[in-house]
């Protein structure tokens, strides 16, 4: 296969597939380095003092959080609002980009889906310890019961949101898995025979053997996941959006929310992504796979993405006037001048401002660079969801009701012990699983390898001169000839 | 127990040039195993087109049935409750529900069925041919013994890197 030269090569040094399993695969069986365990260790200790939070709430109640009358829905739903949003890039590189044969998504899409998954189980936590009595989750599934039977609501977002993340969590999954099969198998074939990780990954894959038909299978089954992943994602953060927009409270009730929540999503899961995968190349010396070029690519969709947020923000401060409603004009003008200003402006300088330095082709290329971005835009977009829930309830149409909300220390032990979960969560899988689709990369090696792709015309040929059998071993394939 | 004959190729060009060879001298193949999918080896080969995709219409089919008949069932015909006068069959609310649950089946079905008609499974013994075939050796096998000879001298001729005899 022949590409332009204007292309850039996805993959570098020179690397035969071998290579690829070598430098993927083999880190796998290998011994841990001790900063691994450290980290490990650290960020279990996070994870299980965010899980000691959640039981001292459960154990004394929502009391010990710092909501109120007015502000009812505060940290744990910012939170909640701003896992499943990471979650969503993950969707989106394996997904659309398959979708639209982008093939750079090959060095990322895997530890992006890993990370997908561990965001929503992260997601998943909040809204289920707001409820106060967590064993009376199963009240949201359309159950059979004794009080009549009594249904759920199918008017509600709320009960859409349980349907929505459900289905987004199963399919994640499932479509994760399916690339992991194979490259579990390339895992199980290099371990020592009899030894438990030989066991281990033997049952983990399924018995894949890599045969002409499971090849075609699998592909059938990827696109499809994907085509319907994509719609998928979009309907998830929706549907979280309508948690806001079918109400009635102003700064809420906005036709604008679906597109402005699906854009903020894919952008703060760029930015996590970004953050994740700069130190995964970097530690795990992955930056024949994970190039300048990737980065250089996710960067763009950050920036662009970033704008299509900044462009919902001041459509909401137009419509807001453009309405004439007296409460829609307050709310957006406390937001940016109230007493949560910084909230507003942080977020508007992380989400719009500070990620325009990626007009800059120099700075989109340096990794560290890249890296304090997108830890910008994480604090931005969670500073987005805080700012749309806490000043559109804190000052509400009784000014005699009007309150602050501050965290207590119980709901910032739970926020950072989410972060302690999502990042075990993955320490875990870099140690333990391939953390780059393997077998996918190699199907691209030979259209966009450094040794294949950027060549001119003449020395593409040449190579391929080289690489094919020589002419000798492969007589004219004549049917009529006589059959040795 | 059965015996094959395994030709290793080091090259996904090479295999395919050797696999239509291979075909077109009338050696029966048994099996193709390759680290990656090889685009044009289904065609080469001769296997027919997969219908999982079909089946999965299928499964969202019955999931968008499955999400309106329970949603209809439970809130309009068992008892419809009266939410703030509103209809008591809301049909665009019905939506989101119906359409989570489409994409939920036909997921679900069709993973399942994925790893049903490949014979997938935790627990599965993995016959693999030559350990190198998940990693980067293409592997054409020939089960029919009394064509080992001739599938022998068109491996070397096709240019494998190696030839052997396993039992699996």
């Not at chain 1, 332009?4 to 071998?18: A, Q």
């Not at chain 1, 325009?356 to 969801?385: A, D, Y």
């Not at chain 2, 069959?89 to 490949?118: C, D, K, M, Q, R």
Request: aromatic letters at 16%; one cysteine or more; charged letters at 15%.
């Amino acid at each position: 296969m022949y590409e332009s030269p204007i292309r850039e090569p996805l993959i570098l040094g020179r690397k035969t597939y071998k290579q690829i399993t070598d430098d993927i695969v083999g880190p796998i069986l290998g011994p841990a380095s001790w900063k691994w365990y450290v980290t490990t260790a650290f960020t279990a200790l996070v994870m299980f003092a965010g899980f000691a939070a959640i039981a001292y709430t459960i154990w004394v109640g929502i009391g010990t959080w710092g909501l109120n009358k007015t502000v009812g829905w505060a940290f744990d739903i910012t939170n909640f609002v701003f896992w499943i949003g990471i979650g969503h890039a993950g969707t989106l590189i394996s997904a659309i980009l398959l979708l639209f044969r982008q093939r750079w998504r090959m060095a990322i899409n895997r530890a992006a889906e890993a990370m997908t998954i561990f965001a929503v189980i992260c997601a998943g936590l909040f809204p289920i310890i707001h409820m106060g009595r967590p064993w009376l989750l199963f009240w949201f599934l359309p159950l059979p019961n004794t009080h009549g039977s009594l249904w759920v609501n199918f008017n509600s977002p709320l009960l859409w949101d349980v349907f929505a993340i459900s289905t987004y969590f199963t399919i994640s999954l499932l479509f994760w898995y399916t690339g992991l099969i194979p490259d579990l198998a390339t895992v199980r074939d290099r371990a020592k025979p009899g030894s438990f990780a030989r066991i281990a990954y033997s049952i983990l894959s399924f018995g894949w053997r890599g045969t002409a038909k499971e090849w075609q299978r699998f592909e059938a089954v990827s696109l499809v996941l994907a085509g319907l992943s994509t719609p998928l994602v979009l309907s998830v953060h929706s549907i979280v959006s309508f948690d806001f927009a079918t109400s009635i409270l102003p700064g809420w009730h906005t036709t604008i929310f679906p597109p402005y929540f699906v854009a903020g999503a894919i952008f703060s899961g760029f930015g996590m992504v970004l953050t994740l995968m700069i130190i995964t190349r970097e530690v795990m010396n992955l930056k024949d796979y994970i190039t300048l070029e990737h980065i250089d690519a996710m960067a763009k969709v950050t920036m662009v993405t970033g704008m299509m947020v900044g462009f919902a923000y001041a459509t909401e401060f137009f419509i807001a006037w453009y309405s004439g409603s007296y409460w829609e004009r307050y709310i957006f003008l406390n937001r940016a001048f109230g007493p949560y200003w910084w909230s507003y402006w942080a977020m508007v300088t992380c989400n719009l401002f500070i990620p325009q330095v990626f007009w800059v082709k120099k700075l989109r290329r340096s990794p560290w660079f890249v890296f304090i971005i997108s830890i910008f835009v994480n604090i931005g977009m969670w500073f987005e969801r805080f700012v749309i829930i806490v000043t559109s309830l804190h000052r509400d149409f009784l000014t005699s009701s009007w309150r602050m909300y501050a965290p207590t220390w119980v709901e910032v032990t739970i926020l950072t012990g989410s972060f302690g979960l999502f990042l075990t969560l993955y320490l875990l899988f870099a140690r333990y699983f391939p953390v780059i689709a393997t077998a996918e990369t190699k199907s691209i090696l030979k259209t966009s390898g450094d040794q294949y792709a950027g060549l001119s015309y003449e020395a593409y040929l040449a190579q391929k001169k080289a690489t094919a059998p020589a002419p000798a071993a492969m007589p004219a394939l004549n049917p009529d000839e006589p059959k040795s | 127990m059965a015996k094959y004959l395994i030709g290793l190729y080091d090259d996904d060009e090479k295999l395919l040039s050797a696999v239509e060879h291979i075909k077109r001298e009338g050696v029966p193949i048994h099996e193709v195993c390759t680290p990656f999918p090889v685009h044009g080896l289904d065609t080469i080969l001769g296997l027919k087109k997969s219908r999982l995709p079909d089946a999965a219409f299928v499964y969202g089919a019955l999931g968008t049935l499955t999400a309106l008949s329970m949603q209809i069932y439970m809130y309009t015909i068992d008892w419809p409750t009266n939410i703030g006068g509103k209809s008591h069959l809301p049909f665009p609310s019905f939506i989101p529900v119906t359409f989570e649950l489409t994409v939920l089946f036909a997921g679900v079905l069709l993973f399942l069925s994925y790893l049903a008609v490949n014979r997938l499974y935790p627990g599965q013994r993995a016959r693999v041919f030559h350990p190198r075939q998940t990693d980067d050796a293409f592997v054409v096998a020939i089960a029919d013994t009394a064509a080992w000879d001739k599938a022998k001298e068109l491996f070397q001729k096709t240019g494998a890197f190696e030839i052997q005899v396993v039992e699996l």
